[in-house]
């Protein structure tokens, strides 16, 4: 079943690259008593992702902390390796946007957002997203009606569903 406004997500753990190598980030730690916004795309380093998702979000960080957004999480099914590869190479990760792995999709199964496309190469990725959530809770969900769609689920139009 898909997540919908009003949910509590569910408790997953992602993983972050710190300076020791891998870490478990728990989703609960850094939602509980937080206003965080979570976007998620089907890959690093893909033409959508790379050049439009992720840009907006750095462009639109100022209005989301204006907003007291107190953090911005991209998830990708991806490696922490290339997840922090891919922060620093689009300027994410120095904006103060945090880039999370969902290797094992664990998190995108979870609320039903994860797919397939064989033809793109791309195997249990995630559908592209943007969700406002509060101590837990969704209280906006954009969610694209493709995967090579950012319109509603860029920092822009989740912004203006705020």
Request: proline letters at 6%; glycine letters at 12%; a negative charge.
């Amino acid at each position: 079943m898909t997540i919908t406004v009003g949910d509590t997500l569910p408790d997953a753990t992602l993983v972050q690259l710190g300076g020791s190598g891998p870490e478990p980030v728990a989703i609960a730690d850094k939602v509980k008593g937080r206003k965080v916004v979570i976007f998620a795309v089907p890959g690093a380093f893909t033409p959508t992702c790379h050049s439009a998702h992720v840009p907006s979000f750095i462009r639109t960080k100022a209005q989301f902390d204006g907003k007291g957004v107190d953090e911005i999480i991209c998830v990708s099914v991806n490696d922490p390796f290339v997840m922090k590869a891919w922060g620093e190479a689009t300027g994410a990760t120095e904006a103060g946007l945090t880039m999370l792995s969902d290797a094992g999709s664990e998190f995108t199964k979870a609320i039903g957002m994860d797919f397939d496309a064989p033809p793109a190469g791309l195997i249990a990725r995630s559908k592209r997203y943007a969700m406002l959530v509060e101590d837990g809770v969704v209280k906006v969900l954009n969610a694209e009606a493709s995967p090579g769609q950012c319109e509603i689920s860029a920092g822009e139009g989740l912004l203006e569903s705020m």
